[in-house]
T-cell receptor, first 112, second 114 residues
């Protein structure tokens, strides 16, 4: 089945710096790659996603890039703020196309 | 709209006891999922349902059963709880197939098995 690897597991940055989280996936047929943010005590929430027919997508300070050949995709957060501190998960669709398989998560800490 | 609601929010069980976690969504979503979240392990799919009356196994289904008798509800059962099932459980739903649609998550159920 689909396997998603996510790195790093923890990331600490200063406010205003950029943060990059990387994921790789195993199933070359996967074609949808969302990113979720989980704040303390809450369920994950979708922040951005990308489909396999595009290489990059931006939404204000957040961007996602996809390299289908290498089977990896990345989350880029620019001008980080303390409220960006959270756990971030990448995901890919399972082989049946019916459920999301998540990476192990990255705990991002932004210090002011 | 309440979105996805999980009941209960916290529970402590003794080894061998049984319990049912309830997930309810009011968005008329077809697909529903149960995940467990453990430190360093991320979110792992336990079971899921692609519609009323259907269920399927995910990555870690052993020790759990599920039922989807009504479209809006997805129940997760533990017949004989074990300490290894101590975890935070999340329910999620999507409007259509997992492909390309946003998954909405509940607030989680923190389960401790002693």
């Amino acid at each position: 089945g689909e396997n998603v690897e996510q790195h790093p597991s923890t990331l600490s940055v200063q406010e205003g710096d950029s943060a990059v989280i990387k994921c790789t996936y195993s199933d070359s047929a996967s074609n949808y790659f969302p990113w979720y943010k989980q704040e303390l005590g809450k369920g994950p929430q979708l922040i951005i996603d990308i489909r396999s027919n595009v290489g990059e997508k931006k939404d204000q300070r957040i961007a996602v890039t996809l390299n289908k050949t290498a089977k990896h995709f990345s989350l880029h957060i620019t001008e980080t703020q303390p409220e960006d501190s959270a756990v971030y998960f990448c995901a890919a669709i399972n082989q049946a196309g019916t459920a999301l398989i998540f990476g192990k998560g990255t705990t991002l800490s932004v210090s002011s | 709209n309440a979105g996805v609601t999980q009941t209960p929010k916290f529970r402590v069980l003794k080894t061998g006891q049984s319990m049912t976690l309830l997930c309810a969504q009011d968005m008329n979503h077809e697909y529903m999922y149960w995940y467990r979240q453990d430190p360093g392990m991320g979110l792992r799919l336990i079971h899921y349902s692609v519609g009323e009356g259907t269920t399927a196994k995910g990555e870690v289904p052993d020790g759990y059963n599920v039922s989807r008798l009504k479209k809006q509800n997805f129940l997760l059962g533990l017949e004989s709880a074990a300490p290894s099932q101590t975890s935070v459980y999340f329910c999620a739903s999507t409007y259509n197939r997992g492909l390309g649609t946003e998954a909405f998550f509940g607030q989680g159920t923190r389960l401790t098995v002693v």
